[in-house]
Each structure stands twice: as C-alpha cells, then as structure tokens.
C-alpha cells in the first residue's frame, strides 16, 4: 500500500548567508530561484517539529525565507531501497517518541519547488536526532534571524 507522510513544515534559508564553503549553496540558490530544481543536495538539513504540529526545516547554511515541506514514504513501487530509506526516516520522525530532542539532521536529495515554496524529499541517506542542547541552539539562532 502506497501511504502518503504529507507534514508540512518551513525549509528556512537564505543565499546571503550562505558558508563560503560551498555546502548549502545549492539548496540556496534552488530556493531562490523562480524554477523547480529536481535532486538538490542537503547536508545537514533539519527537521523539528512531530505529525500532529507544523514540523520546521531549518538550514544553518541559510535562515530564509521559510518553505513548506512534504515527506513521502514510497517514491515507486521500483524504488524498494529508496522507498525503505524514506519510511524508516519518516518512522523516526513522525512516528516516534523523541529520545532527546525532536530535532532530526538528515543528508539526501529533495526537490525545490520556489513558486509554492514547497520542499519535497526525494531520498534520505542518512539521519540523526540532535541532543537538546545543539538543537536550542539552532533553535535560539532561527529565532535571532527572524527578528532581523
């Protein structure tokens, strides 16, 4: 059965605030960009937030603007390992209680879709809870941005 994890939730970011490093500089760009950008790269994207409340994406690479998010557990019935790397994310996320935060990091690929401000996650190759203190820091620096 072919079952939807539809969360919402805000990718944050913001090319001026990109690292000089590089990472983070595509996902920048797709944001702000007037086109759908397919297969974007992440590295460290996170995610905070459960099923029943506005989940929140955040980037550290870049705080604005905020984008909605999507997060679908079976990409195609060919795509078995993908599908299977996708559900075990959303179980962790979505379907669990937290151990620590409720801040997961994750690395894959998502789609950017800037006239809806929309993010779609496509793949998910790793991911990890954050313990409290790192994410109320993040959390702590989201809200600083805000409010500039």
């Not at 490093?21 to 974007?40: L, M, P, W, Y």
């Not at 994750?106 to 496509?122: A, C, E, I, Q, S």
Request: hydrophobic letters at 35%; glycine letters at 4%.
């Amino acid at each position: 059965m072919k079952f939807l994890f539809s969360v919402f939730f805000f990718a944050a970011a913001s090319c001026s605030s990109c690292s000089k490093s590089g990472e983070g500089e595509d996902f920048c760009k797709a944001i702000h960009s007037r086109f759908s950008t397919q297969n974007v790269e992440v590295h460290g994207l996170k995610i905070y937030g459960n099923i029943y409340h506005p989940s929140i994406a955040i980037s550290t690479k870049c705080m604005k603007p905020a984008f909605n998010f999507w997060s679908f557990d079976a990409p195609s019935p060919t795509e078995q390992e993908r599908s299977m790397r996708i559900k075990k994310f959303n179980m962790a996320v979505y379907a669990s209680v937290s151990k620590k935060s409720g801040m997961f990091e994750f690395d894959g690929l998502v789609r950017v879709n800037p006239n809806k401000n929309l993010v779609t996650l496509t793949d998910v190759k790793s991911f990890r809870e954050l313990d409290k203190a790192e994410a109320d820091r993040i959390l702590t620096e989201l809200r600083s941005s805000r409010d500039e």
